[in-house]
């Protein structure tokens, strides 16, 4: 198993290289991955299925700058800080996708369990610490390829994501929101007492323990998102609903 570590990059390009890993692990060329990244400017990025002009506040994202995104994969929408890394595993497809939650979270909740923070998975996909929402989680599946993906809070984002996402109708929201707003919904590993550095450190010790090592995106690879990033980019893609 691969770790892929990006650091603070454009998230178009990560989420192209994304796929690009996992059109190779789908085809047998390639190995399985972590990769990891923090998108060096906000942003605002639609899960493949979702309307941007129901989910999102256009005019307040067009007036501060912000890019809207969308990924492949489904999922909700997500705002993205400079402090909010996101996490993905790209492996051979086993289970139903419950199943590639429960293996995808296990991880992660042991490497927050280093830090002594008690996580747990939250249908329909979320990770919540005490009933509050520190990470939401995507997935997408191929023919012998799944991409599971985590973007963590680790500081709050929650005036953020009441400026620029438009409140949930109760049947699009997880039961245990409640009927909170962003603010009392969600939570951070900075509110927690856990530093960013102690996150990242307990993240890699967790994915080295399973034996996964770092590494690089193969030549092909970075030469496929490239072009993948080109098709994200395309507005006709980005506001298809």
């Given at each position: 198993?691969?770790i892929?570590?990006?650091?603070?990059?454009?998230?178009?390009?990560?989420?192209?290289?994304?796929?690009?890993?996992?059109?190779?692990?789908d085809?047998?060329e390639?190995?399985?991955?972590?990769?990891?990244?923090?998108s060096?400017?906000?942003?605002?990025?639609?899960?493949?299925?979702?309307?941007?002009?129901?989910d999102?506040?256009?005019?307040a994202?067009r007036a501060?700058?912000?890019?809207?995104?969308?990924?492949?994969?489904?999922?909700?929408?997500v705002?993205?800080?400079a402090v909010?890394?996101?996490v993905?595993?790209?492996?051979?497809?086993?289970g139903?996708?419950?199943?590639?939650?429960?293996?995808?979270?296990?991880?992660?909740?042991?490497?927050?369990g280093?830090l002594?923070?008690?996580?747990?998975?939250?249908?329909?996909?979320?990770?919540?610490?005490a009933?509050?929402?520190?990470?939401?989680?995507?997935?997408?599946?191929?023919?012998?390829?799944?991409?599971?993906?985590?973007?963590?809070?680790?500081?709050s984002?929650a005036?953020e994501?009441?400026?620029?996402?438009?409140?949930?109708v109760?049947?699009?929201?997880?039961?245990?929101r409640?009927?909170?707003?962003?603010a009392?919904?969600?939570?951070?590993?900075?509110?927690?007492?856990?530093?960013?550095?102690a996150?990242?450190?307990?993240l890699?010790?967790?994915?080295?323990?399973?034996?996964?090592t770092?590494?690089?995106?193969?030549?092909?690879?970075?030469?496929?998102?490239?072009?993948?990033?080109?098709?994200?980019?395309?507005?006709?893609?980005?506001?298809?609903?």
């Open positions: 198993m691969r892929i570590q990006l650091g603070s990059c454009s998230a178009l390009g990560a989420l192209a290289l994304e796929e690009a890993v996992l059109e190779s692990l085809s047998g390639r190995s399985p991955a972590w990769i990891t990244w923090t060096a400017a906000p942003a605002a990025v639609l899960g493949t299925a979702r309307a941007a002009g129901t999102l506040r256009l005019e994202l501060d700058g912000v890019k809207v995104l969308r990924r492949r994969s489904g999922g909700g929408t705002i993205l800080g909010s890394p996101v993905t595993l790209l492996d051979a497809v086993g139903d996708i419950r199943e590639c939650y429960d293996r995808f979270c296990e991880v992660l909740i042991a490497a927050l280093r002594g923070v008690e996580a747990a998975f939250e249908p329909a996909a979320d990770l919540a610490v009933g509050r929402k520190i990470s939401g989680l995507a997935q997408r599946r191929k023919r012998r390829g799944a991409l599971v993906t985590a973007s963590v809070l680790l500081e984002l005036v994501s009441e400026k620029y996402l438009v409140e949930p109760a049947a699009d929201a997880p039961e245990y409640k009927g909170r707003g962003h009392g919904f969600m939570t951070s590993l900075r509110e927690l007492g856990v530093d960013p550095a996150w990242r450190q307990a890699r010790a967790e994915l080295e323990s399973l034996g996964a770092p590494a690089t995106a193969s030549p092909a690879e970075l030469e496929r998102a490239a072009a993948i990033e080109l098709e994200l980019a395309d507005e006709s893609w980005i506001y298809r609903l």
